[in-house]
């Protein structure tokens, strides 16, 4: 995968209506990161969303919508969709690398979603 599109849905900073650039644009190194946003697309519905990110070029979409699955039909689809299951920026996170590997095994036309589990703390 050499792009991916962040699908802003549910995501609000706290305090801020404004849309920042997404915590893991630093950690997908070699990817084209954009946020619907940032392409003009924030207005945009699921299946026009999914289209226009299609014919933009980009290959995958990073999304929290756990929907979208049972709104669309997802098997004609080039695009890989990645589902992140939490919308809590602390714990992905601590998932940075999950998130990563993820990325890194999808391929066009897959549907993955990606679990997260809190990772208890260790005192030193």
Request: charged share 25%; proline share 5%; aromatic share 8%.
């Amino acid at each position: 995968m050499r792009s991916a599109v962040w699908w802003r849905r549910r995501f609000r900073p706290c305090g801020s209506s404004s849309i920042k650039a997404p915590p893991l644009r630093r950690a997908l190194i070699g990817h084209e990161i954009a946020t619907a946003f940032e392409r003009g697309w924030g207005t945009l519905q699921n299946g026009e969303l999914l289209r226009a990110v299609e014919a933009a070029g980009f290959e995958a979409i990073i999304t929290t919508d756990q929907n979208l699955r049972y709104q669309q039909k997802l098997q004609d689809r080039r695009l890989a969709i990645l589902v992140l299951l939490t919308t809590d920026w602390r714990l992905i996170r601590q998932h940075t690398e999950s998130v990563v590997v993820a990325v890194g095994g999808l391929a066009p036309g897959t549907y993955v979603e990606l679990p997260f589990t809190p990772q208890e703390r260790t005192s030193a």
